[in-house]
C-alpha cells in the first residue's frame, strides 16, 4: 500500500518542490493544499498517513488542520522556520517534528519515516 501524505503549505514554489521531492520518494501527495479550509475538506474525503504542515498560511495559522490531524490519529510534522513552532500555531505543535524551511530531501526522509508505520 502506498503511503499518503497531505501538504498544506501557502508558498506555491514550496509546495511544488516538496511535491516534487516526495513523490520522487515513493509518497502519494494529497494537495498542496494553501487553505486550512482546503485541507479540512481533504480530510473529510480521505486520511493521508502523514501530514507535513506550514505553520503560517497567509493570514491564518494551520492549529485547525494540526487539532483535527491529532484527533483522527494522524501524525504530522512541520516544515517551519521557526525553532518553537508551538509559540506561533498553539500546543498542539508542542514536540512535534520540524524539517526546518527552507525543508531538504534529506530532512523528509529522517523524519517521515519515523512518522508514518511500516
Known amino acids: 500500500m502506498q503511503k499518503t501524505i497531505l501538504i498544506v503549505e501557502d508558498e506555491f514554489i514550496i509546495a511544488m518542490d516538496l511535491k516534487v521531492m516526495l513523490?520522487?520518494?515513493g509518497w502519494r501527495v494529497l494537495g498542496p493544499v494553501a487553505k486550512v479550509a482546503?485541507?479540512?475538506r481533504l480530510l473529510e474525503d480521505e486520511l493521508p498517513t502523514v501530514?507535513?504542515?506550514?505553520v503560517n498560511l497567509g493570514d491564518h495559522l494551520v492549529t485547525p488542520v494540526a487539532e483535527a490531524l491529532r484527533s483522527r490519529g494522524v501524525p504530522?510534522?512541520?516544515a517551519s522556520a521557526y525553532d518553537k513552532p508551538e509559540l506561533f500555531g498553539g500546543a498542539v505543535l508542542t514536540g512535534v517534528p520540524n524539517v526546518g524551511k527552507p525543508t531538504s530531501e534529506w530532512s523528509l526522509l529522517e523524519v517521515l519515516p519515523k512518522l508514518s508505520p511500516p
Open 23 to 25: 513523490e520522487r520518494q
Open 51 to 54: 501530514a507535513l504542515l506550514d
Open 38 to 40: 482546503h485541507a479540512l
Open 76 to 78: 504530522f510534522a512541520v
